[in-house]
C-alpha cells in the first residue's frame, strides 16, 4: 500500500524559479490537501480539493497554484520562488461524507529557495 | 476565517508525569481530529471526536470534545518516552466541503 506519494523529497530553488510538487493518492479519495509546515505555525492549508474538478484556497495560497489533475493527483505550484516559501510541504488525503475521515499525509517535500 | 489555536506550543515533562494539551476554535466544528507527528516525519491520525461532549480513550490518551463542539483536549496520563512528538488537533466546518484546519500543535518532550 503506497497509500499518498509526494515528489521531489528535497528541493532547493533559487529565488525566482518555478517548480510543481507532485502528490498521488491510491486509497481513491475524493478530497486532497497541500498544507506549509513552519517552526512554530503548525500545518497551515495553502489549497484543497474536496472532489475532482474543484479546488479551493485555504489559510496561505498567495504564491501557489494547483491542479487537481484526476482523482488521484494534487499538485501544487509555485510559479515564482521566494525565500519566504522555504518549508515543509505536505500533500494529504482524506474522504469526504457528513464529516472527513481521517487523513493520510504523504512523507513531505522540504523545499528550500535561496 | 476559521482559526484554531492549540495551547501549549511546548511542554516538556518527567517520565511518569501527565500531559494535556487544548484546542479551540473560532467556529463550531462539526468533527475534530487529532494527530501525532514524530521529529522528522509526517502527521500520523490518532482519533476523531464528532459528538458534543464526546470522551473516547486510547489506552493512556483520552480525549475529549466540548458540549459547544468549540473547543478540544487531549489528555496523556503517566507520559512516556515514546510519547515524544508534537500533537495536533484539526477541525472542520459544516458546509465547507471538506476544509481542514490544523492548530499550530504542542511539542512535547519527556525526561526519562
Known amino acids: 500500500n503506497a497509500g499518498v506519494t509526494q515528489t521531489p523529497k528535497f528541493q532547493v530553488l533559487k529565488t525566482g524559479q518555478s517548480m510543481t510538487l507532485q502528490c498521488a493518492q491510491d486509497m481513491n479519495h475524493n478530497s486532497m490537501y497541500w498544507y506549509r509546515q513552519d517552526p512554530g505555525m503548525g500545518l497551515r492549508l495553502i489549497y484543497y480539493s474536496a472532489s475532482e474538478g474543484t479546488t479551493d484556497k485555504g489559510e496561505v495560497p498567495n504564491g501557489y497554484n494547483v491542479s487537481r489533475l484526476n482523482k488521484r493527483e494534487f499538485s501544487l505550484r509555485l510559479e515564482s520562488a521566494a525565500p519566504s516559501q522555504t518549508s515543509v510541504y505536505f500533500c494529504?488525503?482524506?474522504?469526504?461524507?457528513?464529516?472527513?475521515?481521517?487523513?493520510?499525509f504523504g512523507q513531505g517535500t522540504r523545499l528550500t529557495v535561496v | 476565517g476559521q482559526q484554531v489555536m492549540q495551547i501549549p506550543q511546548y511542554q516538556h515533562v518527567q517520565e511518569g508525569e501527565d500531559f494535556t494539551t487544548y484546542c479551540n476554535s473560532s467556529?463550531?466544528?462539526?468533527?475534530i481530529q487529532w494527530y501525532k507527528q514524530r521529529p522528522g516525519g509526517h502527521p500520523v491520525f490518532l482519533i476523531q471526536l464528532v459528538k458534543s461532549g464526546e470522551v473516547k480513550k486510547q489506552k493512556r490518551l483520552t480525549f475529549q470534545f466540548g458540549e459547544a463542539k468549540k473547543n478540544s483536549s487531549l489528555h496523556i496520563t503517566a507520559t512516556q518516552t515514546t510519547d515524544v512528538g508534537t500533537y495536533f488537533c484539526a477541525g472542520a466546518v459544516y458546509n465547507q466541503g471538506g476544509k481542514l484546519i490544523f492548530g499550530q500543535g504542542t511539542e512535547l518532550s519527556v525526561k526519562p
Open positions: 494529504a488525503s482524506s474522504e469526504l461524507g457528513p464529516w472527513n475521515t481521517e487523513a493520510f
Open positions: 467556529t463550531t466544528l462539526s468533527n
